[in-house]
């Protein structure tokens, strides 16, 4: 069973940019997630999606941070304009609805803002 | 908001010890998770624990679940330097949100 991809793996850009990552989950798995990781801490929801409609979003500057989640599967996470403090690791995870919903990550996209 | 809380925060052993990390919060949790990271890779899902006092074995790690589900432990027994990773605990509650722990990063030598 293929695991979450994510795309890219590293980018650099400078601030007030604009960048986009993309995540596709694991196969049938209905609620999709968006993590930011600050180096030192823990991951942090930004968003969450089940199939296709926002579940918690309490945790996305929304003022700069987009995302959304076409036909319910695959994902993009925007930032627009990028800032200095955005630099970390945005991590996607994927869950199925049956169990501990139990979540699987992708490798993640290490963003460095300039 | 619920925090928890992982200690040590850093932990640099040699190989063959043994090692204790924990977790910690003042919330109840209807479920508890341990995941480890390794360098430039997102975190792997180690265990679920669910029941209060519940222990669970993973080959050398053994991970256990408070009573009043509000704390858990990780002992590994006889560290390998491929055990080396942050360790993440991560808490469910009845919403089903996981609220994460800052993580301990340990390393283990050779």
């Known amino acids: 069973e293929a695991g979450v991809a994510q795309s890219p793996r590293y980018k650099i850009i400078e601030k007030r940019q604009s960048v986009a990552f993309w995540c596709n989950p694991i196969s049938g798995h209905a609620t999709l997630y968006w993590y930011q990781q600050i180096l030192g801490q823990g991951p942090k929801l930004l968003i969450q999606?089940?199939?296709?409609?926002?579940?918690?979003d309490s945790q996305l500057p929304k003022d700069r941070f987009s995302a959304e989640r076409l036909k319910g599967v695959d994902s993009t996470l925007k930032i627009q304009p990028a800032k200095l403090e955005d630099s970390a690791v945005y991590l996607c995870?994927?869950?199925?609805?049956?169990?501990?919903?139990?979540?699987?990550f992708g490798p993640g996209t290490r963003l460095t803002v300039t | 908001t619920q925090l928890l809380e992982q200690s040590p925060q850093f932990l640099s052993i040699q190989e063959g010890e043994n090692l204790t990390v924990y977790c910690n919060s003042s919330?109840?949790?209807?479920?508890l998770q341990w995941y480890r990271q390794e360098p430039g890779e997102g975190p792997v899902l180690l265990v679920t624990?669910?029941?209060?006092?519940e222990v669970k074995k993973l080959k050398r790690l053994t991970f256990q679940f408070g009573d009043a589900r509000k704390d858990s432990s990780l002992h590994i027994t006889a560290a390998q330097p491929g055990d080396t990773g942050l360790y993440l605990c991560?808490?469910?509650?009845?919403?089903?949100?996981?609220?994460f722990g800052k993580g301990t990063l340990l390393t283990v030598n050779p």
């Open positions: 995870a994927s869950s199925s609805q049956t169990g501990y919903y139990e979540q699987y």
């Open positions: 999606f089940q199939n296709n409609g926002v579940v918690d």
């Open positions: 919330s109840v949790f209807s479920s």
């Open positions: 991560a808490g469910r509650n009845s919403n089903y949100k996981l609220t």
């Open positions: 624990v669910v029941t209060g006092g």
